[in-house]
């Protein structure tokens, strides 16, 4: 009986091939192996068996290699040619029809194309670009557009299979994760839970609408091919729920994987053409929980691999670099299904307000306006200078937290989300503020920064931020109660802990809305 194995290592061999061609190159994933000889490439794939998919026999890899073909002809027809067998000849192993009796195994036979002609290449070489994706955008409304409705989406609750994909994704992450890492899967099991719950109208709205289809499940940067016309290869094949799935998770993997690759102006441009296609993706919230969960889909993935390649005696650490990666890259996503939002940082001097909203701004992406930099801009002094005495003025305060207001408007405007440093320790400080912010204020939410006076004098004292705060004026600071803000919207906070668990608290507070 010819093994798995030494039918892998016959398709290794140029000679294998009638064109004979001077090298094989060899792509290998978790699932498949896929092998590059001339101008044709045969996927083969792996006897596993791993939960979400089950290749372990012949007869399942066989069906799947046909399941493949026909799927991947609707956006890639010139690039999907056939399955075929591998049989065993007088000589030794050999390509075959896929019909053929003595058929041990069967592959995937493609056209072989140029891997820097992908959306991915494109996005790594880090110029340009946002034409090819709005040429993208609309191949893919129209794809998804006159994709098969999917009878049964409209029926029970539309949470649930989404519900049992990040359940799954989740779980499995837990036990592949290094232990430090636990509390950040379980935080997005929490945040996904959260917003399950709050968008179920949505997504109920949404499939009666028809917006679940038969779609492409896997749209990754490098399966995009800019030719003439747009073709993307390599849909899922062997688990039709992930398929089935809302247009806007389809589009938002690849709008995710565009964040991945460090080009977030092009994932934007992604979901906006799309609209302007006439596609509906959904909210922002609603985008942003999708390319999260693709995100920890992608993580979970990797680290598969990594697990895969430490079995078989390999270096794991490249792929689990990249699954934390992606872990983090979910969570800084899981921001923005968040929003609108609106995050004041406040407290007296020496609170944590600055180092807290460095760290969030890190986990989340969010921008972070600073009273202390604005303040010295309108006084017209750089940011390392110390601000003259006029500057802290009744007027001048009230000038800063006005422009800090305006300022976060807009920011809120453009990017759906702000946060905001200042010690808004006076209530005028805080009307004025409101007062610039507009309508907006009703929103804002409040993190008051707490530490023991202690911890904020020693802070304080061996600050080298842009801050002029000093010990003695630390020391004679009062913080005005904030009873003009709704409960629901104020979080007392204790500071004198990790930077990282504050954040945390923060998040559990957002995802308790």
């Known amino acids: 009986m010819v093994s798995h194995q030494e039918i892998a290592a016959a398709l290794r061999d140029p000679g294998f091939y009638p064109e004979r061609p001077e090298r094989v190159e060899v792509h290998e994933t978790h699932t498949s192996i896929v092998f590059v000889a001339g101008e044709r490439a045969y996927k083969l794939k792996k006897p596993v068996s791993l939960g979400f998919l089950d290749y372990s026999t012949e007869e399942a890899r066989r069906a799947m290699c046909r399941e493949e073909v026909r799927l991947n002809r609707r956006l890639a027809p010139s690039v999907y040619l056939g399955v075929r067998s591998i049989v065993e000849a007088g000589r030794g192993l050999e390509l075959g029809d896929e019909g ?10 493609m056209r072989r194309y140029d891997e820097q002609l992908t959306l991915a290449a494109l996005a790594v070489r880090g110029d340009g670009g946002l034409d090819e994706v709005r040429s993208v955008a609309a191949a893919l409304e129209r794809f998804h557009a006159g994709a098969p409705l999917c009878a049964a989406a409209g029926g029970a609750d539309p ?38 719950l709050a968008h179920r ?13 038969d779609v492409h499940g ?68 609603l985008v942003g929980f999708f390319a999260a969960h693709r995100a920890w889909v992608r993580a979970n993935v990797a ?17 689990v670099a990249e699954g934390e990666a992606l872990l983090a890259l979910g969570r800084r996503l899981a921001w923005r299904a968040r929003g609108p939002l609106l995050l004041v940082l406040c407290g007296l001097s020496g609170s944590g307000k600055s180092h807290l909203a460095r760290e969030l701004a890190a986990a989340s992406g969010i921008a972070v306006l600073a009273s202390d930099r604005v303040r010295k801009e309108l006084a017209g002094v750089g940011a390392e200078a110390r601000a003259p005495a006029g500057a802290y003025s009744e007027d001048f305060n009230e000038r800063t937290y006005d422009e800090l207001g305006r300022r976060a408007a807009e920011r809120l405007e453009e990017a759906g989300a ?15 503020f409101a007062a610039a912010l507009g309508a907006a204020a009703s929103e804002a939410r409040f993190v008051e920064c707490i530490a023991p006076d202690a911890v904020r004098l020693e802070r304080v004292a061996g600050r ?37 668990q504050a954040v945390a608290a923060i998040e559990a507070w957002l995802d308790s809305r």
């Not at 053929?100 to 036979?109: G, I, K, N, Y």
């Not at 890492?181 to 399950?196: C, D, I, K, M, Q």
């Not at 992930?242 to 938002?252: K, N, S």
């Not at 680290?303 to 792929?319: F, I, S, T, Y």
């Open 100 to 109: 053929d009796p003595r058929a041990l195994e069967h592959v995937v036979e």
């Open 418 to 432: 702000a946060i905001v440093d200042a010690t808004f320790r006076l209530p005028a400080d805080r009307a004025a």
């Open 464 to 500: 080298s931020d842009a801050s002029d705060a000093t010990v003695e004026i630390a020391r004679g600071q009062e913080f005005a109660p904030l009873d003009e803000v709704p409960a629901h919207r104020h979080l007392p906070l204790r500071t004198d802990r990790s930077a990282g």
């Open 303 to 319: 680290l598969l691999r990594a697990e895969q390649r430490a079995a078989a005696g390999e270096d794991p650490g490249g792929a």
């Open 201 to 213: 109208d949505e997504l109920a709205a949404r499939a009666a609408a028809g917006r679940v289809r």
């Open 159 to 196: 949470r649930a299979p989404i519900k049992r994909s990040t359940d799954q994704t989740l779980a499995s992450l837990l036990l592949l994760v290094r232990p430090e890492l636990g509390a950040a899967v379980a935080a997005a099991e929490r945040f996904s839970n959260a917003f399950l």
């Open 218 to 285: 896997d749209l990754r940067a490098e399966h995009v091919l800019l030719s003439e016309p747009i073709e993307v290869v390599d849909c899922v094949e062997f688990d039709p729920a992930l398929r089935q799935i809302d247009v806007g998770y389809d589009l938002a993997f690849l709008a995710m994987d565009l964040e991945r690759l460090d080009r977030p102006e092009l994932a934007r441009e992604l979901v906006s053409a799309y609209r302007e296609r006439g596609g509906d993706p959904g909210s922002e919230q």
